[in-house]
C-alpha cells in the first residue's frame, strides 16, 4: 500500500489555483523531494497530507485513509517555521512528545541531543535558531512513522547545519516509511533523493526516480530542475 497516494488532487484559495489535478503515490522506504519554485504549491501540498487543509476536489490518502485523526498517528510533520514550544527544556520537551506520540523513541531523541551537547535542563529559548532547528528535527525524526513531511528543513541555515539535517534523516526515519522533503535547494538535498516530484504553479511536471534521471537525461536533478524551471 502506498504511503501517501493523490489523485486528481485541487486545491483553490479563492479563485487561485494552488493545486491542479496533481496525481501520485509515494511508496514505503523512499526518500522523495517535492521540488519547485517558491509558490509551486508545495506547502499546500504538504499541509494537505497533514490534515491542516482540506481539498477543493480530488483526494488524498495516507496509508489508506484520509487526513484526519488517524493519519496524525501516522505523520511526523516538521514546519517551515520552529514551532516547539520555547519555554520548555529539552529534558521537558522529550518528555511531552513521548507523552503524545506512542510511536515516539525516547532512547533514540536523548542519544542525538547528547551527541549535539545539549544538556537536558537546557530552555529552548536559550539556544540559537540553528539549534533549534535541530531539535525540532530530532523530535520529528524520533518518531517510527509511517509518512514524514519536512517542509524546507535545510533553509535559512549555514552549510554545516544543511549536513546535520540530512544526516540525521537519512539515519533516523523508519525503512518501513517514506520521507517526503519539501525544498528548492535540489543540489544540497539530491543525494539523499530516490525519487522526486517537479511542482510547477500547482501541476506535476515529473515524477521520477534520481537513477533514472541521470541515466535517461545524463544530468543532475538540480541540472534537470534549472533546463525545466529555466526563465
Not at 483526494?59 to 519555554?87: F, K, N
Amino acid at each position: 500500500m502506498a504511503v501517501l497516494e493523490c489523485k486528481d488532487l485541487c486545491k483553490q484559495y479563492g479563485r487561485m489555483p494552488a493545486l491542479d489535478h496533481v496525481s501520485f503515490a509515494v511508496e514505503p522506504g523512499h526518500i522523495v523531494g517535492l521540488l519547485g519554485p517558491n509558490g509551486s504549491g508545495k506547502t499546500t501540498l504538504i499541509k494537505l497530507a497533514n490534515g491542516l487543509l482540506t481539498p477543493t476536489a480530488g483526494s488524498i490518502l495516507v496509508c489508506g485513509t484520509e487526513p484526519g485523526v488517524e493519519s496524525h498517528a501516522q505523520v511526523s510533520y516538521l514546519p517551515e517555521r520552529t514551532a516547539i514550544p520555547t519555554w520548555m527544556s529539552t529534558e521537558q520537551l522529550v518528555d511531552f512528545y513521548q507523552d503524545f506520540y506512542q510511536d515516539f523513541r525516547k532512547e533514540a531523541a536523548e542519544e542525538m541531543l547528547h551527541h549535539l551537547g545539549i544538556q537536558p535542563r537546557q530552555r529552548i529559548k536559550q539556544m540559537s535558531k540553528g539549534t533549534r532547528e535541530k531539535v525540532q528535527l530530532i523530535m520529528v525524526m524520533s518518531r517510527a512513522a509511517k509518512l514524514y513531511l519536512l517542509d524546507e528543513p535545510i533553509g535559512g541555515v549555514d552549510p554545516a547545519t544543511r549536513d546535520y539535517i540530512l544526516s540525521t534523516i537519512i539515519g533516523n526515519y523508519n525503512p518501513e516509511g517514506a520521507v517526503m522533503i519539501s525544498t528548492h535547494l535540489i543540489s544540497d538535498v539530491e543525494k539523499v533523493l530516490d525519487e522526486v516530484l517537479f511542482l510547477n504553479q500547482g501541476r506535476l511536471m515529473l515524477q521520477s526516480s534520481v537513477d533514472d534521471i541521470r541515466e535517461e537525461k545524463g544530468m543532475s536533478v538540480d541540472a534537470l530542475f534549472r533546463e525545466v524551471f529555466k526563465c
